[in-house]
């Protein structure tokens, strides 16, 4: 039936919002870290571009973020202060993620594991000491994102992001910023009918990963419980997911600091310019060099990119393809 039907969006998401009427009151909660932390640097990996209807920043330093938890769809926002850390969250999904809120900015995280033995992995640990890994206990919110993302241009994987959650996902709860959405629920992705993925730019590839990966939904968030490369096992049964869209959910789930992301397109050449000298390094070589941080190279290569260390461009910025346009 998939493809037959378009599932009907919310009212707000057709008509660009109308006006909530009597927000409840949130729900709050104040946790102190036992050291340095910046949001910007633990949740920056969940923002999915500049216009992600899931997250957003605000000038007063807040961090908005929803989320479809398995309580129901909630808003976060969560500010830093004065060495604490202030959550306030909104909808049937206020509590789960209240509740999780510390290992979401990386408090079963161990950055004293991460022994630098490159001298620019650690200048750049000493001058970021606020990156954590963050884990947010959720498969799906990361996996369909990434599957996006599958060998095509950021800016396009960012568009049908943003183009399917503002039409088929429903209004934030609570006085969450203009526009901000949550996530489509699984039986949601799976009504999408092929003319919306194609207007989305989204190819029959990704969209029929997609498919398959939300008709199992409730098996995949399972492997939340699971250690990493497990869980990552369990996503790769599902035809269309690979080592790279594995690692890339599974770095934001689970917070698994060694999952390592082969098959980019661009990370061996960084990694290997920054580590070794050499720009035109492969997942091979790029494996080699993370080889001495073992169980924590995911962290390296995070702190390899913050280091800013990259080769120069050589060449035009790949176009996007544009296939909603055909």
Avoid: N
């Avoid at 909660?29 to 036992?34: A, C, E, G, I, L």
């Avoid at 800016?155 to 203009?178: I, S």
Wanted: charged share 25%.
């Amino acid at each position: 039936m998939a493809g037959r039907f378009a599932p009907r969006p919310p009212r707000a998401a057709v008509r660009g919002g109308i006006p909530r009427q009597g927000v409840a009151p949130g729900r709050e909660r104040v946790w102190v870290p036992d050291g340095p932390l910046e949001l910007g640097l633990v949740l920056g990996p969940l923002r999915r571009g500049p216009g992600d209807p899931t997250f957003r920043t605000t000038p007063d330093g807040a961090v908005w973020r929803t989320s479809r938890t398995p309580a129901g769809p909630g808003t976060l926002r969560v500010t830093a202060r004065g060495g604490e850390v202030r959550g306030e969250s909104w909808g049937p999904g206020a509590e789960w993620l209240l509740d999780r809120l510390p290992r979401m900015l990386g408090a079963e995280d161990d950055p004293s594991a991460f022994v630098p033995r490159h001298r620019l992995l650690a200048l750049t640990r000493h001058r970021r000491p606020g990156l954590r890994l963050t884990r947010t206990g959720l498969v799906l919110e990361s996996l369909i994102p990434s599957v996006l993302e599958q060998k095509v241009t950021t800016l396009e994987a960012y568009q049908a992001w943003r183009l399917l959650v503002r039409k088929f996902g429903e209004p934030a709860p609570g006085p969450a910023p203009g526009r901000m959405c949550v996530m489509p629920s699984a039986r949601t992705w799976a009504l999408i009918p092929s003319w919306e993925w194609h207007l989305a730019g989204v190819d029959d590839k990704r969209a029929s990963t997609i498919l398959r990966a939300v008709r199992v939904a409730a098996r995949l968030e399972e492997a939340v419980g699971m250690e990493p490369a497990a869980a990552q096992a369990r996503l790769e049964v599902v035809p269309g997911i690979g080592p790279w869209t594995s690692a890339e959910t599974v770095q934001r789930s689970h917070g698994a600091p060694d999952a390592v992301t082969v098959g980019d397109l661009h990370l061996p050449g960084i990694v290997g310019f920054a580590l070794g000298g050499d720009r035109y390094a492969d997942d091979a070589e790029m494996l080699r060099l993370l080889e001495p941080y073992a169980g924590q190279r995911h962290r390296a290569a995070r702190l390899v990119l913050l280091s800013g260390r990259v080769p120069g461009r050589r060449a035009p910025r790949m176009a996007p393809r544009g296939i909603e346009r055909i």
